[in-house]
């Protein structure tokens, strides 16, 4: 690459996605660009120490439980007894960094270059997930801030709510073909607009 040039950042989505069905969209969608990604699980016996940890780092406590805690630009959503996705604005650096700090007390594996994350938004999200996702998404079971691990049209994922009408996904980069086909299909009756795919900088 000549110097004084880069690549803009770009989702891989920006091909397979485009506005489709009724307007006004009812859903909306657009992939988090630039975040870096980390599964992490405390190693037996040292969970006081890895909590405890965690909160001087970054000013929050890992959930004991399928919710979300976010401070700083950094999230940690429970994914499973003692095992947390570790979600950061600050890029693919993180997981290094993160598994640098927490030596010794849990085990970091950095899935940034594997998982990508989409935000799925509007007055139809709900719906169109009702289409393939194995959970029930009603406000009164699924709050904001509330995390779970499913089967979405036979691809695994982990989905959070961060709003009220607004749905962050983790899907594995292998299957986006497949998952975007899945959502292009769901949304259709709803409208679908996917023209914001290469920009979204909104906070975790």
Same mark, same amino acid.
């Given at each position: 690459?000549? @110097?004084?040039?880069?690549?803009? %950042?770009?989702?891989?989505?920006?091909?397979?996605? +485009?506005?489709?069905? %009724? *307007?006004?969209? !009812?859903?909306?969608?657009?992939? /988090?660009?630039?975040?870096?990604?980390?599964?992490?699980?405390? /190693?037996?016996?040292?969970?006081?120490?890895?909590?405890?940890?965690?909160?001087?780092?970054?000013?929050?406590?890992? #959930?004991?439980? %399928?919710?979300? +805690?976010?401070?700083?630009?950094? +999230?940690?959503?429970?994914?499973?007894?003692?095992? $947390?996705? +570790?979600?950061?604005?600050?890029?693919?650096? =993180?997981?290094?960094?993160?598994?640098?700090?927490?030596?010794?007390?849990?085990?970091?594996?950095?899935? *940034?270059?594997?998982?990508?994350?989409?935000? &799925?938004?509007? #007055?139809?999200?709900?719906?169109? =997930?009702?289409?393939?996702?194995?959970?029930?998404? @009603? #406000?009164?079971?699924?709050?904001?801030?509330?995390?779970?691990?499913?089967?979405?049209?036979? &691809?695994?994922?982990?989905? $959070? /709510? *961060? !709003?009220?009408?607004?749905?962050?996904?983790?899907?594995?980069?292998? =299957?986006?073909?497949? =998952?975007?086909? $899945?959502?292009?299909?769901?949304?259709?009756?709803?409208?679908?607009?996917? @023209?914001?795919?290469?920009? *979204?900088?909104? %906070?975790?």
């Amino acid at each position: 690459m000549a @110097d004084g040039f880069a690549l803009a %950042p770009r989702s891989v989505f920006a091909d397979l996605l +485009a506005p489709i069905g %009724p *307007t006004p969209a !009812g859903v909306f969608v657009s992939e /988090r660009l630039g975040l870096g990604l980390a599964a992490v699980e405390s /190693r037996k016996g040292r969970a006081p120490e890895f909590f405890a940890r965690v909160e001087a780092l970054h000013g929050l406590s890992p #959930p004991r439980g %399928p919710h979300r +805690a976010v401070a700083g630009g950094i +999230a940690f959503l429970g994914v499973g007894p003692n095992r $947390w996705l +570790a979600v950061s604005e600050s890029g693919a650096a =993180f997981a290094d960094d993160l598994a640098l700090s927490l030596d010794g007390i849990a085990s970091v594996i950095a899935l *940034t270059d594997g998982l990508l994350v989409l935000r &799925i938004a509007g #007055p139809r999200a709900r719906a169109a =997930f009702a289409k393939g996702l194995m959970i029930d998404l @009603d #406000p009164g079971v699924f709050a904001v801030g509330d995390v779970a691990s499913s089967i979405l049209a036979h &691809i695994a994922v982990t989905i $959070w /709510r *961060t !709003g009220e009408s607004s749905y962050d996904v983790a899907v594995p980069r292998s =299957f986006a073909g497949d =998952f975007g086909r $899945w959502l292009a299909e769901s949304a259709a009756e709803f409208g679908l607009a996917a @023209d914001g795919l290469a920009m *979204t900088q909104a %906070p975790i």
